[in-house]
């Protein structure tokens, strides 16, 4: 059974506390439409399977086991093969970013919106960079933490957002988090943060898997995020980016 959103008007009222915006990068910041994250996904199988001498579809095996299991292939490869994450990080996150479209409405979006703007990603500043750079939005952002500022403990477990709220003096109970994997709210729930989950196909990234029940650790559902951060800013509020509550 999946959680569905109750659709409701917008309601700005519903973040007039926030000081502290925490971003996460991939499908989030853009669109999943881009399918960039297939390129990124394609190195990881295509790194394992020369690492270790293995056809691809086996490599793909160990890949998506090791992500199950401890949240990213590269921590799976870490715990499991002791490999440098360095370079395996180098060499995955060396894709094409065209398929992202730079967005003059989310720039303007996050230059209106009050309180600092930071990302969170399981992926490299380096990525993160790109991207940001790509969308047009690299100035906007006041922050960036990523999966080695993370100690290589990747969302969602629990230690990293305390980490993370810690090295960039974010108070949670006046932050809002916004992810598209839905589990990945839940530790930031449980800190006291506002949570946003911008909805995607991906049956996955869905509020009630991971073993999380029926998601009430997401409050606010969006299916457009620069719709939704602009009718937030004042760019057109009412215009029907609603925010839903969950």
Known sequence: MTTEPNAATFDAASFAHVEHWVFDLDNTLYPSSCNLFAQVDRRIGDYIAERFGLPYEEARRKQKAYFREYGTSLRGLMLEHDIDPIPFLDYVHDIDVTPVAPSALLDEALARLPGRKLVYTNGSTRHA??????????????????????????????????????????????????????????????????????RTDADWSRPDQGGLGQGTHVHHVVDDLVAWLAALAGIGAGDGAAVQPA
């Open 129 to 198: 960079e790109n991207i940001l750079a790509r969308l047009g939005i690299d100035r906007r952002i006041d922050g960036i933490f990523d999966i080695v500022a993370a100690g290589y403990v990747p969302k969602p477990d629990p230690a990293a957002y305390d980490t993370f709220v810690k090295q960039h003096g974010v108070d949670p109970s006046r932050a809002a988090m916004v992810e598209d994997i839905a589990r990945n709210l839940a530790p930031a729930a449980a800190l006291g943060m506002t949570t946003v989950w911008v």
